[in-house]
């Protein structure tokens, strides 16, 4: 509650909500006075159109106040009390540049979720670009925000450059252009316009939704000699296991791969499925499309890697891991969670055992020994299985 407050003051809203709806007050007595004083005509007409006149005075005035600038957008879209629960859930801290330096104008949230700029509040993973040119933002559904307090304001706009720009905070492609059809496309495709289920859903798999799909459109809007360039380059094994690592593949680029690997034609792939060398975790996705592109019994290079991808259950890749494991022999996934299960609670790790409690639960299999079972079975409160 304090983050919106504390945002509200900041940005100076509520001192222009006063005075704006001091001044609807203030025509609408003026207006009422008028023909007030037009006698029993002006009466009967009060009496007619005062009721409508007052609903639409009061909705206005509830439209103001939904957002009160604080979460620009956003606010609006989401609605009053989510923005309380979800500035509630960060702490903000000064954003400290590639050199150590301190922005005390430009503040990030613990979780790196939001960023913090004049009193106003900015969700991270629903920005898709920052503009240099004007200093606006787009957002993932395509709608640009103009006007914003910075244009004039070098140390926020060196902040904003190295987040969104040199950063590459989620890894753009540059082989394609983003536009505002693209990413109203590709948000449609990816999430529709439910906004209020979006406000409480996770943002890691919304984003990693979305740049998937947004690939996905960029590439078919793509003139063919561009798409057959970026196909051939990715088809050399080197270029393909370091593309892996920095940006989302294209559904075909991941089936191109994957069949080279079923087919014999590519085998060195010794270190290639490592979760230290991906840029992102919005990438790991890529590695394990990949394994399922190749099959069993090929992918099974990649058991530690598809393990260690569902050690974590809130994870946006967790999903794709255990269906990709889901694939293998029922007796080898088996051992092998029995194997895992053996580390998770070694470990005391009780995220880990969530995940295989739910991959053992999705091939109808009850990990043995009680005493593992104890200490994993912790694990469930994390995550409600189907």
């Known amino acids: 509650m304090w983050n919106l407050i504390k945002g509200i003051l900041r940005s100076g809203a509520i001192i222009k909500k006063l005075f ?4 609807v007050l203030v025509v609408a007595v003026i207006i009422g006075a008028t023909i007030f004083s037009f006698g029993v005509a002006g009466l009967g007409f009060l009496v007619l159109v005062g009721p409508s006149l007052l609903t639409r005075i009061v909705t206005y005035l509830k439209g103001e106040y939904q957002d009160m600038a604080t979460v620009p957008y956003w606010g609006k879209q989401f609605g009053f009390k989510q923005i309380i629960r979800l500035l509630a859930e960060d702490r903000m801290h000064s954003y400290r540049f590639n050199n150590g330096k301190l922005c005390r104008k430009l503040k990030v949230s613990e979780s790196g979720r939001w960023i913090y700029v004049a009193g106003r509040y900015y969700p991270l993973y629903l920005v898709k670009e920052y503009i240099r040119e004007d200093g606006s933002l787009m957002m993932i559904d395509g709608t640009i925000l103009k006007g914003q307090h910075w244009l004039y304001d070098s140390e926020i706009i060196e902040a904003l450059n190295e987040i969104f720009c040199e950063k590459e905070l989620f890894g753009v492609d540059r082989g394609f252009r983003t536009t505002k059809m693209n990413c109203e496309t590709a948000f449609l495709r990816s999430w529709g316009k439910d906004y209020e289920s979006l406000a409480k859903a996770d943002w890691d798999k919304v984003r990693y939704d979305f740049e998937k799909e947004l690939k996905e459109v960029e590439a078919g809007r793509t003139n063919a000699k561009l798409r057959k360039k970026l196909l051939q380059k ?21 089936e191109l791969i994957g069949n080279a690997i079923r087919s014999g034609r590519l085998t060195d792939l010794d270190g290639w499925f490592d979760m230290r060398k991906f840029d992102r975790d919005i990438y790991v996705g890529n590695g394990i499309k990949i394994l399922k592109a190749a099959g069993y019994p090929k992918n099974a290079i990649g058991t530690e890697f598809l393990f260690e991808c569902i050690s974590d259950i809130e994870k946006p890749y967790f999903e794709d891991a255990v269906q990709t494991l889901q694939r293998f022999p029922r007796e080898k996934l088996i051992e092998l969670i029995e194997k895992y299960a053996d580390i998770a609670y070694g470990n005391e790790d009780v995220l880990f055992g969530a995940g295989l409690i739910y991959l053992a639960k999705k091939i109808d299999y009850t990990i043995k020994l009680s005493d593992k079972r104890q200490v994993l079975a912790q694990g469930q409160t994390l995550k409600k299985f189907t």
Do not use: C, H, N, Q
């Open 20 to 23: 704006k709806t001091f001044g």
């Open 234 to 254: 990715i088809s050399d094994p080197v270029e393909a296991r370091d593309t892996m690592y920095s940006r989302m593949l294209l559904d075909v680029e991941i």
